[in-house]
């Protein structure tokens, strides 16, 4: 069964700050890689979804890579911003989504 | 873009009594549809797959008598908490698969908190 583990749980830093979370799961064979982002008691909102064929995404100040191979995606946040904070949760594709614990970021100002 | 409405977003409820949680998509027609739960501080976890005209498919650990899932309509799934207790205290959420795209496109409902007393 596929696993999807997030690190680190939670992270905490200044204004201004780039930063990297990060997403792996256990069995490659998926269709896509999604990251979400949740505020405290609401749905999720969709960040950027990678097709198992591509190695990146870029969406404004948000980059998330693939590695496929090595079962690894990264989330690059530049420039980070009190808005930014939130929880961050992955989720892979295969017959259903699968989803990570997640990364709770706090953005000091 | 396609959007999820998820009712209500938040409800109070005596243990023992029934809570029915709606899941409509609101600008497309969706012949499969998910339930979610989250615990605090947790990932969600697939609950079941709600198939429009068929009985759902419900994830291993999940029961069936408990949470009653109904898909009448290719823009609405319920899912009914029979005799909730304290325990089913949780944030639910809704997906749904446009019809006919691909399994691993899906747009998620904004969620409903429970709390059972």
């Known amino acids: 069964k596929q696993e999807v583990t997030q690190i680190p749980a939670a992270l905490s830093v200044p204004e201004g700050e780039n930063l990297v979370l990060n997403c792996s799961f256990t069995d490659s064979a998926i269709y896509n890689l999604q990251w979400f982002r949740q505020d405290p008691g609401k749905g999720l909102t969709s960040l950027l979804l990678?097709?198992?064929?591509?190695r990146e995404q870029t969406s404004g100040r948000l980059n998330a890579s693939l590695d496929k191979s090595s079962g690894r995606s990264t989330l690059y946040i530049a420039a980070s911003q009190p808005g930014d904070s939130a929880t961050y949760l992955c989720a892979v594709t295969g017959n259903q989504f699968y989803f990570g614990t997640g990364t709770s970021l706090t953005v000091i100002p | 873009g396609a959007v999820v409405s998820q009712h209500p977003s938040w409800v109070i409820c005596k243990s023992g009594t029934s809570v029915k949680i709606e899941c409509r998509s609101l600008?497309?027609?969706?012949?499969?549809m998910f339930w979610y739960r989250q615990f605090p501080k947790q990932s969600l976890m697939l609950m079941a797959t709600s198939n429009e005209g068929s009985k759902a498919t419900y994830e291993q650990g999940v029961e069936k008598d408990k949470f009653l899932i109904n898909h009448a309509s290719l823009t609405l799934s319920t899912l009914t908490v029979t005799s909730a207790h304290p325990e089913d205290s949780s944030f639910y959420i809704c997906?749904?698969?446009?019809?006919?795209?691909?399994?691993?496109?899906?747009?998620f409902g904004a969620g409903t908190r429970l709390s059972v007393l």
């Open positions: 990678i097709q198992s064929s591509q």
């Open positions: 600008d497309f027609q969706a012949t499969t």
């Open positions: 997906s749904a698969r446009p019809q006919g795209w691909a399994k691993n496109i899906q747009y």
